[in-house]
């Protein structure tokens, strides 16, 4: 298997194929294809933070939680026992934190040190990183895997060769509604070393109301803005839940599938894309500088002192059903923090790929490919095997979308692929293009 991109979900996996081997088990063979490093997306040149930010997650969700195996048989609580060496518990007490982290109330880490345990796992677990940027994923001439252009450092475009593909991560981070004076992109704006400088005592407005979102308004409130409008379709901020019950579903993915579609669908629209953590939302929400309007910006014109958006908004029409009604917002400053669809990945599909993509699943929209994510978040049918876990919560469970079950996602991919990996033969990897 292939994995683009060195995140949490490609370690993971990497960590659970040591695991497997050594206690015995076959495993499929993982290798990870990443631009800069490993856990680069946690840390300022990634474009998503500065590094300082504070992991949403509880870091106990780590690579093997909910060490749960379910797919070793006899030999699973082995393959848990070996994934509990790479644990966060095991990070701290070999960087002799363990006990001051408890000391102080067992506090979320910061990006950084969520990337240095990534980096730490991915080192013992000896995951195979090959550095280089995807330019092209097609289907292999054969038919049977995946040909995966990627240009090195060096320049040089070699290609990639697999049975499997899974791509992670949530792609670049310089989406931006305009490139214009004092319009930011996720990337650009954590790029800014010196905030206060540009930030202090300005009003800013703030697209997206995910968490990109909500990093963003916590660090402009933080660098003194005197005004931060986050500006989305949404009617509110919705904030997750987070207990135990909500979190349940997350740890234990089998409840899932006794959902009804429904239910599905709300718990989803609540938890997973444009929604703030419930400490973030603890953090900020008290802020009187902090507001909210509902809409969809459709321009961001600069002018002289700072940009005028036209934010579309609905008010109850003739009839009773809304109307769209187009306002003026002007701020010194905006922030784009919409991040990018979840199929992002498609703008590097050859023609021949998205055609596999689109016979298996009826199209190339999330909402056709969210319908045939397979119990081992492949795309079902398809071949050559895709891997979407990022697709993964409507059918199967809405930890596998994000950190909440990473042990549980590995499970589940491995699984699918161990019949595959004992009976294909090698594919070569990293010739020149």
């Not at 949530?170 to 004076?181: D, F, L, N, Q």
């Amino acid at each position: 298997m292939l994995v683009i991109g060195a995140g949490p979900k490609a370690v993971a996996l990497a960590a659970r194929a040591a695991a497997l081997r050594a206690t015995g088990l076959p495993a499929p063979r993982i290798r990870i294809l990443e631009a800069r490093s490993v856990g680069a997306h946690w840390e300022r040149p990634g474009g998503w933070t500065n590094g300082n930010l504070l992991l949403g997650t509880a870091p106990e969700k780590d690579v093997g939680f909910p060490y749960a195996t379910a797919g070793a048989g006899a030999a699973s609580a082995a393959v848990d026992g070996h994934l509990a060496q790479w644990s966060w518990t095991r990070f701290l007490i070999a960087a002799g934190d363990y006990a001051a982290w408890v000391d102080r109330g067992r506090p979320a880490p910061t990006h950084a040190t969520w990337a240095r345990y990534l980096r730490w796992v991915a080192d013992r677990a000896g995951a195979q990183v090959r550095i280089g940027r995807v330019i092209r994923a097609g289907v292999a001439e054969s038919g049977a895997g995946w040909a995966v252009t990627a240009r090195g450092a060096d320049g040089v475009e070699r290609v990639h060769r697999a049975r499997a593909l899974l791509p992670t991560g949530p792609g670049p981070a310089s989406t931006v509604i305009a490139m214009a004076p004092r319009v930011y992109s996720q990337a650009s704006f954590w790029s800014v070393t010196h905030m206060e400088p540009v930030f202090g005592g300005a009003e800013v407005a703030v697209i997206g109301s995910g968490e990109g979102s909500a990093n963003t308004v916590a660090q402009l409130l933080r660098v003194g803005a005197a005004g931060v409008t986050v500006i989305s379709p949404d009617p509110a901020i919705f904030t997750r839940g987070e207990n135990r019950f909500e979190n349940r579903l997350y740890s234990e993915p089998e409840r899932w599938t006794a959902l009804s579609a429904a239910h599905r669908r709300d718990i989803l629209r609540r938890t997973d894309r444009g929604v703030y953590s419930a400490a973030m939302m603890t953090a900020i929400e008290s802020d009187l500088r902090f507001d909210h309007v509902t809409g969809w910006v459709r321009t961001a014109v600069p002018e002289p002192d700072g940009v005028q958006l036209m934010v579309a908004r609905a008010r109850p029409g003739e009839g009773g059903g809304p109307v769209a009604e187009d306002s003026v917002i002007r701020v010194d400053y905006v922030v784009d923090a919409r991040g990018n669809p979840p199929l992002w990945f498609l703008r590097y599909f050859t023609p021949a790929a998205r055609e596999a993509l689109a016979d298996a699943a009826g199209g190339t929209s999330p909402e056709a490919v969210e319908q045939v994510i397979d119990r081992d978040l492949s795309v079902a049918g398809m071949r050559p095997r895709l891997f979407l876990p990022a697709l993964a919560g409507f059918r199967q469970g809405p930890g596998f979308a994000n950190l909440s079950c990473l042990g549980a996602l590995s499970d589940r991919v491995l699984t699918g692929l161990a019949a595959e990996a004992e009976t294909a033969p090698a594919l070569g990897a990293g010739a020149p293009a």
